[in-house]
């Protein structure tokens, strides 16, 4: 069974950072005074609930890593995989300096929470988690970076090499606000990294891209490259990744009928485009956006308990490596031939096999 998660529309220590108290005059806004939020706004009738808290950091990771497997499906479901391209990571919300990562080479479409890695996000040590498999080390670099320079807004990033990502960053330019949902990108949500260095095995590409998605990027173009978003939650990083892609696809389609001259194209004015985004770009309201995949996808596996597959074998996080000898000496396991969970995870070896 899954956890059971406090569902509440206001922020979350965990989730989102505490939101100030509005005041009008010294005292605080009244029901009736206040602008109503995103979801109260979209909302006719019952409310559309937020992002949810958990009472424990182990029910709120489980949760995290369900969803980014689910995720992954979507993903995987909507032709956004080449290879062994293409990665997500989300912060762990008990231990903020380390992220949790899909492993190199196993399929989007395959993977549940007991597949992810936990990486350091200062030093790339791997700290926890399915270490059964390598993480990617370009996308550490990426992720890494970005997840440094954004500590307090950035808890998920996604980054794929889609077919309109890709077509669309040979231009090297930012999307046009051709349609509502493209708004979500508008002024500073969108980046376009304009440069490319090749594959990632360096930590100054990976700064550079961080650079470029600058301090309140939602989104990115990685030109020659592929699509990159961010979000507070995974669920909002993976819901605007799909959302890129798709207005990748749509400009590609409208460039191409407006090619002839005779169909000029009528782009939202700025004075909209900003209205529009002030309106559905409130994480919470991104949250909510992705619930209809996330909860395809658990129908489409058999339940959400599917996707959590695995999450009970996860090594836990070790937040300081200890030297093997000292940790053997001091933590002897009841069961012979067997070290206990807390071991130094990038020396030892896995404890036992996550099903697959």
Not at 26 to 32: A, I, L, N, S
Not at 124 to 142: E, F, H, K, Q
Not at 269 to 296: C, G, I, K, T
């Amino acid at each position: 069974m899954a956890p059971s998660a406090i569902v509440q529309t206001a922020p979350s220590h965990m989730a989102v950072k505490d939101q100030k108290q509005v005041l009008v005059n010294g005292r605080p806004v009244t029901d009736e005074e206040r602008e109503p939020t995103p979801l109260e706004a979209i909302s006719h009738g019952v409310v559309m609930q937020g992002i949810p808290t958990f009472p424990t950091f182990s029910e709120q990771r489980r949760h995290a890593l369900v969803h980014m497997a689910a995720i992954f499906r979507f993903l995987a479901r909507t032709g956004c995989t080449e290879g062994q391209s293409g990665h997500i990571t989300v912060r762990d919300p008990e231990f903020p300096g380390f992220m949790w990562m899909n492993p190199l080479g196993r399929h989007f479409g395959m993977l549940s929470a007991g597949d992810m890695i936990c990486l350091e996000i200062a030093t790339g040590r791997v700290a926890g988690g399915n270490t059964s498999r390598p993480a990617n080390a370009a996308g550490y670099l990426i992720h890494a970076a970005i997840h440094k320079r954004r500590p307090d807004d950035v808890h998920a990033v996604c980054h794929a090499h889609t077919v309109a990502g890709r077509a669309w960053s040979a231009f090297g330019r930012p999307l046009e606000m051709l349609t509502q949902d493209v708004c979500n990108f508008y002024g500073d949500a969108q980046a376009v990294y304009a440069e490319y260095g090749g594959i990632v095995f360096g930590a100054e590409e990976g700064e550079r891209i961080a650079g470029a998605l600058g301090a309140r990027g939602k989104g990115a173009v990685l030109m020659n490259h592929g699509l990159l978003t961010v979000g507070r939650t995974v669920d909002e990083a993976g819901f605007l990744f799909g959302l890129l892609d798709r207005s990748c696809d749509i400009q590609l389609r409208v460039e191409a009928a407006a090619a002839n001259g005779n169909m000029p194209k009528r782009v939202i004015s700025d004075e909209e485009a900003a209205y529009n985004f002030r309106m559905a770009s409130e994480p919470h309201a991104l949250y909510r956006e992705a619930q209809p995949d996330v909860e395809y996808e658990f129908e489409m596996a058999g339940g959400e308990d599917v996707l959590a597959r695995g999450f009970e074998y996860l090594f836990p996080i070790v937040p300081y490596p200890l030297p093997v000898l000292v940790f053997l000496a001091q933590h002897r396991s009841r069961r012979p031939g067997i070290v206990e969970t807390s071991m130094v995870f990038n020396v030892a070896k896995p404890r036992m096999q996550v099903p697959t």
